[in-house]
């Protein structure tokens, strides 16, 4: 089993649309959750840390449920800019902060 | 604010040819820092990662080698490329303790 695991996609959706990521994990002892977002041809930024309560940062929604060794994104109201690569990122206790990250879904927002 | 310097953009070498790609990192101090590779329509690939000036942890057995001669500095060498070389060569860099990594903006190395 993959350490962390995402749809590739594409997802193809219509500007305005609600999208919703999902990416699991293999490590019940993974310590930290982020998402990033890399263009096509650029270098992976980061979107927002994901926290055990939730959080949210504009039109994105970040959940975490530990239980289930799942993360999810939210986008609500897509723009055209949102198209990109999605990747689910994990570290794990005693990594040295090295990051584990997911393939990524592509995400392709149109008018 | 911290701010990550990678050079060149763009690379092309023959077969067997020497690299040295160089990442430097300025406003912070000790960061651990990362080299990536991404294959084209690949994930990332985490190549070495140094916590420290002289200290360089491999991940992957290859013909590279990274080196850190400063705080704030790390390089990425190979003494002959080889086809499998090619691809989308990233620096990171972040505190400890499970901090995100922001990245460099990249060098596209292709060689023929």
């Known amino acids: 089993r993959k350490e962390v695991e995402q749809d590739p996609g594409p997802f193809n959706v219509p500007e305005g649309a609600t999208v919703a990521f999902n990416c699991t994990y293999s490590?019940?002892?993974?310590?930290?959750f982020f998402w990033y977002r890399q263009d096509c041809r650029k270098e992976p930024k980061l979107l927002m840390s994901v926290y055990s309560s939730g959080n949210e940062d504009g039109r994105f929604t970040a959940q975490l449920n530990r239980a289930s060794q799942y993360i999810s994104l939210l986008i609500r109201d897509s723009k055209l800019s949102d198209s990109a690569t999605y990747l689910c990122?994990?570290?794990?206790?005693?990594?040295?902060?090295?990051?584990?990250f997911g393939k990524g879904t592509k995400l392709s927002v149109k008018p | 604010s911290q701010t990550i310097h990678q050079w060149p953009a763009t690379l092309v070498q023959p077969v067997g040819s020497p690299l040295s790609l160089e990442c430097t990192v300025e406003g912070t101090s000790n960061p651990n820092l990362y080299w990536y590779r991404q294959a084209a329509g690949r994930g990332l690939q985490l190549l070495f990662y140094s916590v420290g000036i002289g200290q360089i942890s491999s991940e992957v057995p290859q013909n590279l080698s990274a080196s850190r001669p400063q705080d704030r500095q790390f390089i990425l060498s190979s003494k002959k490329l080889l086809l499998s070389d090619s691809g989308f060569y990233l620096c990171a860099w972040s505190t400890r303790d499970n901090q995100p990594q922001h990245f460099g903006d990249g060098t596209r190395l292709s060689i023929l």
């Open positions: 990122v994990v570290t794990n206790r005693g990594s040295q902060g090295n990051l584990i």
């Open positions: 490590n019940s002892a993974s310590q930290s």
